[in-house]
């Protein structure tokens, strides 16, 4: 999509990938997370133990596979990466497990997508570090036991509700991810100018921070498109003003919003009168997903007290008619 997608693009990969905290005194922000973990990690250490299977939720771009690789530095381990669309087929899995090296870091993102076959072969592995084999088919099929080496999960989702209980309840520990702070972003920035070797002076920094969603991933994205602006307009010097005048060019406004969420704002203000109204039809007027809708745009908009969830659908706020410029209907607050 445009600047404010959460999800990487082009060769933003590589970008982030030299961007990213290799250890877990580098990772900014999440004290919790980052407190209970250090605690897990350090027993699994002294026990000489692979730890418990941890389970990431929470948005996009907020450092699930950042953290990820972390668990397996600080544990020394080898780390393998998939994904829950890639393994349709239980034999995909199997293929990774069976060869799966002792105390190995298997890191599954999106893992609510994965296939019903893929999961129950999972639910095994997880708690018995052993896979049934099928083979053959109909009556004459049988199932061979297989032992695999002891190793940790790390399972990432966007949508912890989809999880179905057996598969969540066989994670020992639960790391929920949340918006990251002003001042915490203003940390990531930091970090990155100093790696990406870009000047960038506090008050820049406040105010790329304060436009980004409450996500590193597109603090740093931001950053790099200021710094673009900032070395044909402005002679390198990232200011507050030059900053904001970069950051509305590329139509992300005051409150860090941007094309979606004001879409979604508009739709729910003008065409429904402020709700509520039914996620899927307000999709429908944005001519996104249902999914697109829920995960990226509502839950900036839920934390920014623009948009409310209720029972009967979706509600806007008296902010979110304020911040588009618009006067609610005379009955719209009671
Ligand atoms: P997710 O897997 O949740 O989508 P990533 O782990 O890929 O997110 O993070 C996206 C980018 O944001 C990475 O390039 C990483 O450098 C940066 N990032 C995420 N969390 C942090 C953090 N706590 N401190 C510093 N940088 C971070």
Do not use: C
């Not at 030299?18 to 250490?45: M, N, T, Y």
């Not at 899995?93 to 090296?101: D, G, K, M, P, Q």
């Not at 010097?237 to 969420?261: F, K, S």
């Amino acid at each position: 999509r445009d600047l404010v997608s959460p999800e990487p693009e082009g060769d933003e990969r590589l970008i982030e990938a030299a961007l990213r905290p290799k250890r877990l005194d580098e990772f900014i922000g999440q004290g919790r997370v980052r407190e209970q973990l250090s605690l897990v990690l350090e027993s699994a250490l002294r026990r000489s133990r692979p730890p418990d299977h941890v389970l990431m939720s929470g948005g996009p771009g907020l450092g699930k596979t950042t953290l990820s690789m972390i668990i397996a530095a600080e544990l020394g381990a080898p780390l393998r990466m998939t994904s829950g669309p890639a393994l349709e087929r239980a034999g995909d899995l199997a293929a990774i497990l069976s060869t799966l090296s002792e105390g190995e870091v298997l890191f599954v993102d999106e893992i609510h997508r994965m296939a019903r076959p893929a999961e129950e072969m999972l639910y095994l592995a997880m708690e018995d570090f052993r896979v049934d084999i099928v083979v053959g088919k109909g009556p004459g099929a049988t199932s061979i036991p297989l032992d695999i080496a002891p190793f940790t999960l790390v399972g990432a989702t966007t949508r912890a509700g989809l999880l179905p209980a057996p598969l969540r309840d066989r994670f020992g520990f639960t790391a929920h991810m949340d918006f990251y702070e002003v001042d915490e972003l203003e940390r990531v920035l930091d970090r990155s100018a100093r790696l990406l070797s870009v000047e960038l002076p506090p008050e820049g920094a406040h105010e790329i921070a304060r436009r980004s969603r409450g996500t590193p991933r597109i603090a740093n994205r931001l950053l790099r498109r200021v710094r673009d602006f900032a070395e044909v307009r402005a002679e390198g010097v990232i200011t507050r003003d030059v900053a904001a005048a970069a950051l509305n060019l590329y139509e992300v406004d005051a409150e860090g919003l941007d094309r979606l969420d004001r879409a979604v704002l508009d739709a729910l203000l003008r065409k429904f009168g402020g709700g509520p109204v039914g996620l899927s039809t307000l999709a429908v007027a944005v001519g996104e997903e249902p999914e697109t809708v829920e995960v990226v745009a509502e839950p900036f908009l839920v934390r920014q007290g623009l948009l409310a969830r209720t029972p009967r659908g979706r509600v806007a706020t008296a902010s979110a008619w304020m911040h588009l410029g618009l006067t609610p209907p005379p009955d719209a607050f009671g």
